[in-house]
């Protein structure tokens, strides 16, 4: 222990030792540098708009819905697609991150592969449910899916779109048409 306490002041006197060499260092490097900071970009004026509360809707106010849900149901002749009905693995991916990457085919039945975004590979045949807007398969072939998707207007009603999903090469990452 003795020998410790001795030999303590002779290792915080290495921390004291002269600097005048850095201090030089520093104070030259301090002259020498140029420092280049750009000038701040000149901050545009500001422009006030005066808000006419007649002439726009009130942004205070939430919007009152142009058509309700039971004003869809009670319109006889739109299409609607079946709320009550289980919906499919497929239905929770929009149609433009699904690939088809081949097709098999037993008797006169024909399954599409169709392949997620997180690289699952379904069977799917025509009648099964496909994408976010209640598309149905409506024909299955070698080339593509063909899918019937029902789509909601500015009336209430659901209008039908016609949409495809075409085979991709195994090289391809997908597109959609």
């Known amino acids: 222990m003795k ?3 001795c030999l303590l002041p ?5 921390c004291f030792s002269d600097t005048t060499d850095i ?7 301090k002259k020498n540098t140029i420092s280049s900071i750009e000038p701040m970009a000149k901050v545009p004026e500001f422009k006030h708009i005066e808000y006419m509360v007649n002439s726009k809707s009130n942004p205070f106010v939430l919007p009152t819905p142009k ?3 039971t004003n869809t149901q009670q319109n006889k002749n739109c299409v609607n697609p079946d709320e009550g009905r289980e919906k499919e693995v497929l239905e929770k991916y929009a149609l433009d991150t699904l690939h088809m990457r081949g097709t098999l085919g037993i008797l006169d039945v024909s399954w599409a ?3 997620t975004p997180d690289n699952t590979v379904h069977r799917i045949k025509k009648g099964n449910f496909i994408g976010l807007n209640h598309g149905q ?3 299955v072939n070698d080339k593509s899916i063909n899918i019937l998707e029902l789509v909601p207007d500015a009336t209430g009603c659901w209008v039908q779109r016609e949409s495809t999903v075409d085979i991709m090469d195994a090289s391809s990452t997908g ?3």
């Open 10 to 14: 002779i290792m915080i006197s290495g």
């Open 23 to 29: 201090r030089l260092f520093i104070d030259n490097t």
């Open 175 to 177: 597109a959609r048409n």
């Open 3 to 5: 020998k410790i306490l």
């Open 137 to 139: 398969i409506t024909k």
């Open 67 to 69: 058509f309700s849900k």
């Open 113 to 115: 592969l169709i392949e």
